[in-house]
């Protein structure tokens, strides 16, 4: 009987909490002027597939490193696809006076789902390269292992052909372009 009585108060949290997920989506966050109707596949909203860029000093976009100026500043990519596919690329450069240009580019890929107001991106593979003017020791390319590859929760909001993330660790925030 305990068994039957707490069973059923754990389901009837459970209807409760997920009636709350399910209208407490506050703001516009996930809202959008766009549409919210999901692709055809289904895991991501239709107005979100594609590629999506910001970037910061000289304006260029760079998911590689034959694309980028020296000390051109920096980047972030994500491109979604309508299966929850999705390819982010983070790129950064600087020119450091008397030592050289010190680049850096990481790339992941994996699977994001979106939940009212929350895109969450869910990496399965990635690698970081760097070209180190300064130290020729830190230059190289490295596999993230497994353990380094967490899954960040973005907030995100669709104003016309902006996309707003703002990442709680401030790494992915910013608004974003079609591309």
């Known amino acids: ?17 997920a009636g709350w997920l399910a209208f407490s989506a506050g703001g516009a966050y996930g809202q959008g002027k766009g549409p919210t109707t999901r692709s055809r596949l289904g895991a991501m909203p239709g ?7 910001f970037a910061v000093a000289s304006g260029n976009y760079c998911d590689t490193f034959s694309t980028c100026e020296p000390g051109s500043g920096g980047s972030i990519t994500f491109t979604f696809g309508a299966d929850g596919r999705t390819y982010y690329a983070l790129f950064q450069s600087s020119l450091v006076d008397g030592c050289g240009q010190v680049r ?7 699977k994001a789902s979106v939940h009212g107001a929350t895109l969450v991106f869910t990496p399965t593979a990635g690698t970081y390269k760097t070209v180190n003017g300064c130290r020729p020791d830190l ?3 490295w596999k993230f292992k497994p353990g380094d590859l967490k899954p960040i929760s973005l907030r995100w909001q669709l104003d016309g052909s902006q996309l707003r993330l703002i990442d709680p660790a401030g790494e992915a925030s910013g608004v974003y372009s079609r591309r």
């Open 1 to 17: 009987m305990l068994r039957a009585s707490s069973h059923h108060a754990c389901r009837a949290a459970l209807v409760g909490f």
């Open 47 to 53: 107005a979100l597939v594609g590629k999506w860029a």
């Open 104 to 110: 850096s580019l990481t790339l992941k890929t994996g």
């Open 139 to 141: 230059t190289g390319l």
